[in-house]
């Protein structure tokens, strides 16, 4: 388990494609990567434990983000601005799972100005008395 003070590994890869479906097809039927979840023009692969999020976008742009994963998506963003890092704003909720749990996100750049984000899944809580 990684502290406030350290990234986690590489939990996601973000790529734009031209046609999700097309895309949602070729990486599930013909690479055969586990296909976890999709929903409006985005599609999740599990590509041996780091999660691949594909885009419909215009394509012209291939440019990859790296998300890394962190246990307190808070604490580790205000541990990065002490260092210097400037975000984009708050970490916050991209989407909620149908079991309740949740991904959480908060993006910033490197120093060529690629984009790099810090990603947390949020456990659903059982209700109290179920």
């Not at 307190?72 to 708050?90: N, W």
């Not at 909720?93 to 959480?104: C, F, K, M, Y």
């Not at 996100?105 to 810090?118: C, G, N, V, W, Y």
Request: with cysteine.
């Amino acid at each position: 388990m990684q502290t406030t003070t350290s990234l986690g590994p590489i939990g996601q890869v973000a790529r734009s494609v031209r046609d999700i479906a097309t895309a949602r097809r070729w990486y599930g039927e013909v690479l055969g990567l586990p296909h976890l979840y999709s929903f409006d023009n985005l599609a999740f692969f599990d590509c041996g434990g780091v999660r691949l999020f594909l885009s419909e976008g215009d394509g012209g742009d291939a440019a990859s983000i790296l998300y890394f994963r962190v246990d307190d998506i808070h604490a580790m963003q205000r541990t990065l601005e002490a260092r210097g890092v400037a975000f984009h704003g708050a970490p916050h909720l991209i989407h909620r799972h149908a079991d309740g749990s949740e991904e959480w996100m908060s993006f910033f750049k490197d120093p060529e100005d690629r984009p790099l984000a810090l990603m947390a899944q949020v456990r659903a809580v059982p209700a109290a008395g179920g």
